[in-house]
């Protein structure tokens, strides 16, 4: 189970869960994507990023850990585990 979730300053904006079994790399981006729409939030609002650091599969915690670590690095802001 995958899950991604979208806080704003008062409290929960959105989340999704999802099963997966392969091709999370190519799938988690987009449901990202659907979650700042359906928020109204646009990417670049972001202030901070986070990622859950376990337990979990070892390859969906690296890709959800690298995908933060990329996105806080482009846009400079903070990432946290």
Known sequence: LC????????????????????RLTERLPGVVDH???DAGVSFDAIDAFAAGT???SFTGVRVAVTLVKTWAWALRRPAVG
Do not use: N, Q
Not at 3 to 22: C, I, K, M, N, Y
């Open 54 to 56: 376990g337990p979990g």
């Open 35 to 37: 979650l700042l729409a």
């Open 3 to 22: 899950s991604v979730a979208l806080r704003g300053a008062d409290g929960p904006l959105g989340e999704r869960a999802f099963a997966h079994e392969r």
